[in-house]
């Protein structure tokens, strides 16, 4: 197969957008099978199936968070914690008011708005309903050990492009999460690459790569 729709599927997989579908390309439609539990887990990707991974909330959300990142969407002005393009989409999409004007330390609330657009359920109860606090890591963390709200933990083995990446700065003492962010590629070599909201002193959205010692937990939304 190669083609424009070939390179569609790519950019969601996170995979070269060369329209050829290739064995990198068909490890990675093999990969995201057996995340989202499709039996029998093969390389090929039959038209039903296309669909429902172009459909994929946590891939849309990885993907519009890499945009972002593209576009170094941030704070204005830096030091505000406020970013006038996700305030802006926040309140197009009914987020309770409270969230929307933000002005806190933001980054669950951009990985969980970026799933919102994509109509993510967990994303909804924590922004729209308040069935949890969207905006503070532990809260998150809690909700995923307990299976909540469609959020629950996965294994780092497990971890699949478009999960939610919970980092602990100190394993020892503080909170139990500080910080959320989105896995742009599976775990490898001890090192995890993501898509990070409030990122840096710029107050960016940033693709951002660390120790997997650094990780508290993942965790798979929906």
């Known amino acids: 197969m ?20 290739g ?8 990969d995201w099978k057996r995340a989202r539990g499709i039996v029998p887990a093969s390389r090929e990707l039959d038209p039903l199936e296309r669909r429902v991974l172009l459909g994929d909330v946590l891939l849309r959300a990885v993907r519009l968070m890499e945009h972002w990142a593209i576009a170094r969407v941030g704070e204005e002005p830096v030091g505000s914690n406020r970013v006038p393009e996700l305030v802006s989409l926040a309140e197009r999409l009914d987020v309770r008011p409270e969230y929307s004007q933000m002005g806190y330390p933001w980054c669950a609330f ?10 993510g359920r967990t994303a909804a109860f924590g922004l729209r309903r308040k069935a949890f606090n969207p905006l ?44 959320v962010a989105r896995l742009v590629q599976a ?11 409030n990122s840096g002193d710029a107050g960016v959205v940033a693709l951002r790569e ?3 010692r650094e990780v508290r937990a993942f965790a798979r939304d929906s």
């Open 110 to 119: 951009c990985a969980l708005l970026a799933a919102l657009v994509a109509g």
């Open 210 to 212: 660390r120790p997997l």
């Open 136 to 179: 503070y890591a532990p809260d998150l963390l809690a909700e995923s050990r307990a299976s909540k709200y469609g959020v629950s933990l996965v294994t780092a083995k497990d971890a699949f492009r478009g999960d939610l990446v919970l980092f602990d700065w100190n394993l020892s003492v503080g909170d139990p999460a500080d910080h």
């Open 23 to 30: 064995p990198e390309t068909a490890r990675a439609v093999g």
């Open 2 to 21: 190669h083609g424009p729709d070939v390179a569609g599927v790519q950019r969601l997989l996170g995979v070269d957008d060369d329209g050829d579908y």
């Open 187 to 197: 775990p490898a070599d001890g090192r995890v690459r993501t898509v990070d909201g």
